[in-house]
């Protein structure tokens, strides 16, 4: 089961900072990834961390605005957003990259997507 929260309303230029919870199964062995899926729209990456949190990898559209992070013992993923825009107004979800061999960068490679959170920039 995974968890994400700390979603909210927040103005534009704001920060926000997502969590996500695993419980019930093993967590420290999977790289984990962040994805949002505004209305209408397909679900899309945003952020990848290594199972032992030395790499990470970030879509353009976020890249220098969000940092993932992990935390092994907590069994916890973190997603500190900053410099908020409307457009970033979305479900936000995370997941366990179960295809060891895939893509970091695409929805096929992960699964067992848990409850999201929502998250609304006003302008």
Do not use: H
């Amino acid at each position: 089961q995974l968890q994400a929260s700390g979603g909210g309303v927040v103005q534009a230029g704001g920060s926000l900072r997502l969590s996500c919870a695993a419980s019930g199964r093993p967590f420290s062995g999977y790289a984990m990834g962040w994805f949002r899926q505004a209305p209408g729209k397909e679900r899309e990456f945003l952020a990848a961390i290594t199972w032992n949190g030395v790499s990470t990898y970030y879509a353009d559209s976020v890249k220098g605005r969000f940092t993932i992070s992990r935390g092994n013992a907590e069994k916890m993923v973190w997603l500190q957003m900053n410099s908020l825009k409307p457009e970033d107004t979305a479900v936000y979800y995370c997941a366990p990259k179960i295809n060891y061999g895939g893509s970091y960068y695409l929805r096929g490679s992960y699964d067992y997507w848990g409850q999201g959170t929502l998250v609304t920039v006003s302008s």
